[in-house]
């Protein structure tokens, strides 16, 4: 992959993500896979892209992109987080707990997958686990809803 492909895919999953975050996911579908195109390893857009997906209900073709990026960058904990909300939606409460606690190691200070995961074991019944995480990240937090809801679930 040359320098000016990977300059492109940058380019345009940047205007992607500009139009994906303004709610127009049409026109962001369009240039993310434009930028796959140019770089089509590029773990960043396929978790885009899979964000995406899902949100437009397509929940096999959204689990398709993380995988992809995880195959992409085994390391990268948000592509091992938006799997497991994937999953976690659909019920598959193994499979989520497994990825999100992937998600936590690989990036210890990922508030989301570790809030994801506490509300794992709150949806599983398992308040003891769900107080341990909040009790671990509560110093780490700065955002106060965050704040306000973590203290009124310890």
Do not use: C, W
């Not at 500009?18 to 978790?47: C, R, T």
């Amino acid at each position: 992959m040359g320098f000016f492909a990977r300059r492109k895919a940058k380019k345009l999953f940047e205007e992607g993500f500009a139009y994906h975050s303004m709610g127009d996911l049409s026109k962001a579908e369009h240039l993310y896979v434009q930028a796959l195109s140019f770089d089509p390893n590029n773990a960043e857009i396929h978790i885009n892209y899979g964000d995406l997906l899902r949100k437009k209900g397509d929940e096999k073709a959204a689990e398709v992109e993380y995988r992809k990026a995880i195959i992409m960058d085994p390391n990268i904990s948000e592509a091992h987080g938006s799997l497991a909300q994937l999953y976690h939606s659909q019920g598959k409460f193994e499979e989520a707990e497994g990825l999100y606690r992937k998600a936590v190691t690989l990036k210890p200070d990922n508030i989301n997958a570790q809030m994801n995961l506490a509300q794992l074991y709150m949806d599983t019944v398992r308040y003891t686990d769900m107080k341990k995480v909040y009790e671990a990240i509560l110093p780490n937090v700065t955002d106060p809803k965050r704040l306000s809801l973590i203290k009124g679930r310890l």
